[in-house]
């Protein structure tokens, strides 16, 4: 597959960065990926928001345009088979001459972008649906989640029990047992009709796909939608309880540790949105 690197386009093979580079050794970069459907990209403008707002947190100047991006993006799209793409971003502070954890002076920041097959965009239609089980776990992250970190190595291991257990996804609490989000994702209950989610803070990824989702419902008005901390006790007894992230769109929970989310099936609710989301993405 073709990539870009720090400017050029290669095939992946050839693509190589330093050893020194900071996103190695220190895990110091900022990521994104965005949802491309037969070229039509999903929340971009938000995306590069984020990336910028992240970048800008932990100090890496770079003077790329939104423009620049998008052109990369669809290089990228025309440039590799499939339909349905994730394409990722990924800024590290770049390459030093030795290892300090001090930001170094001089140093360009290291761009790198490929393209990934994502699967389709899920159907408004429970019998075709993709249906998750998730694991859950005490948030053992940092304390800036909020950031789109390329230091996933806590995302990594909340994931990875969720795969040794059997789950497709690992739903995190923080110590007072409220909602934070997925290892990636964001989570949502469903309650008597209404949806709620952790409202943002320090303790989760504003993720696009639930910044979309959310204006999709209200603009609607038909379902009820709060920002609101979720306890456990909530989460357990939900009737429904859905997933969101870019590869995913809206993604309904079926089993929570084993248990049944509400009958075991995939909810009404969700079918309404995963619609409204099919219909809104984008515009
Ligand atoms: N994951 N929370 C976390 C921790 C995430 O890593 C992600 C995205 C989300 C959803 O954000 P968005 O709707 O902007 O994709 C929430 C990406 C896709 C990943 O790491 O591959």
């Given at each position: 597959?073709?990539?870009?690197?720090?400017?050029?386009?290669?095939?992946?093979?050839?693509?190589?960065?330093?050893?020194?580079?900071?996103?190695?050794?220190?895990?110091?970069?900022?990521?994104?990926?965005?949802?491309?459907?037969?070229?039509?990209?999903?929340?971009?403008?938000?995306?590069?928001?984020?990336?910028?707002?992240?970048?800008?947190?932990?100090?890496?100047?770079?003077?790329?345009?939104?423009?620049?991006?998008?052109?990369?993006?669809?290089?990228?799209?025309?440039?590799?088979?499939?339909?349905?793409?994730?394409?990722?971003?990924?800024?590290?502070?770049?390459?030093?001459?030795?290892?300090?954890?001090?930001?170094?002076?001089?140093?360009?920041?290291?761009?790198?972008?490929?393209?990934?097959?994502?699967?389709?965009?899920?159907?408004?239609?429970?019998?075709?649906?993709?249906?998750?089980?998730v694991?859950?776990?005490?948030d053992?992250?940092?304390?800036?989640c909020n950031?789109?970190?390329?230091?996933?190595?806590?995302?990594?291991?909340?994931?990875?029990?969720?795969?040794?257990?059997?789950?497709?996804e690992?739903i995190l609490f923080d110590?007072?047992?409220f909602l934070t989000e997925g290892?990636?994702t964001n989570a949502y209950i469903v309650k008597d009709g209404v949806v709620i989610t952790a409202p943002l803070s320090?303790a989760l990824l504003p993720g696009i796909t639930r910044f979309m989702l959310l204006d999709i419902l209200r603009?609607?008005?038909?379902i009820k939608v709060e920002e609101r901390a979720v306890s456990r006790?909530e989460f357990?007894?939900a009737d429904e309880v859905w997933l969101t992230s870019?590869?995913k769109e809206v993604g309904p929970v079926?089993?929570?540790?084993?248990?049944?989310v509400?009958?075991?099936?995939?909810g009404?609710v969700w079918?309404?949105a995963q619609?409204l989301f099919?219909?809104?993405?984008?515009?």
């Amino acid at each position: 597959s073709t990539v870009y690197l720090n400017g050029e386009y290669m095939p992946m093979h050839e693509a190589k960065i330093s050893p020194m580079d900071r996103g190695f050794l220190f895990g110091d970069g900022i990521y994104e990926v965005v949802p491309c459907y037969s070229g039509g990209l999903v929340g971009f403008g938000p995306h590069m928001d984020r990336m910028n707002d992240g970048l800008k947190a932990i100090g890496i100047e770079l003077a790329m345009s939104h423009e620049e991006w998008k052109a990369i993006a669809l290089k990228l799209d025309g440039e590799n088979d499939g339909e349905n793409l994730g394409i990722y971003f990924h800024v590290s502070r770049g390459a030093d001459t030795k290892r300090a954890h001090s930001f170094p002076s001089g140093v360009k920041p290291t761009v790198f972008a490929f393209a990934f097959e994502i699967p389709p965009a899920p159907v408004a239609d429970k019998s075709k649906a993709n249906s998750y089980s998730v694991s859950t776990s005490t948030d053992l992250r940092w304390k800036r989640c909020n950031i789109k970190s390329t230091a996933l190595l806590g995302n990594v291991l909340h994931y990875q029990k969720g795969v040794d257990e059997g789950n497709q996804e690992c739903i995190l609490f923080d110590v007072d047992g409220f909602l934070t989000e997925g290892s990636s994702t964001n989570a949502y209950i469903v309650k008597d009709g209404v949806v709620i989610t952790a409202p943002l803070s320090n303790a989760l990824l504003p993720g696009i796909t639930r910044f979309m989702l959310l204006d999709i419902l209200r603009k609607d008005g038909r379902i009820k939608v709060e920002e609101r901390a979720v306890s456990r006790e909530e989460f357990d007894a939900a009737d429904e309880v859905w997933l969101t992230s870019s590869s995913k769109e809206v993604g309904p929970v079926v089993a929570i540790d084993g248990k049944p989310v509400g009958n075991g099936e995939i909810g009404d609710v969700w079918v309404v949105a995963q619609q409204l989301f099919s219909e809104g993405k984008f515009n």
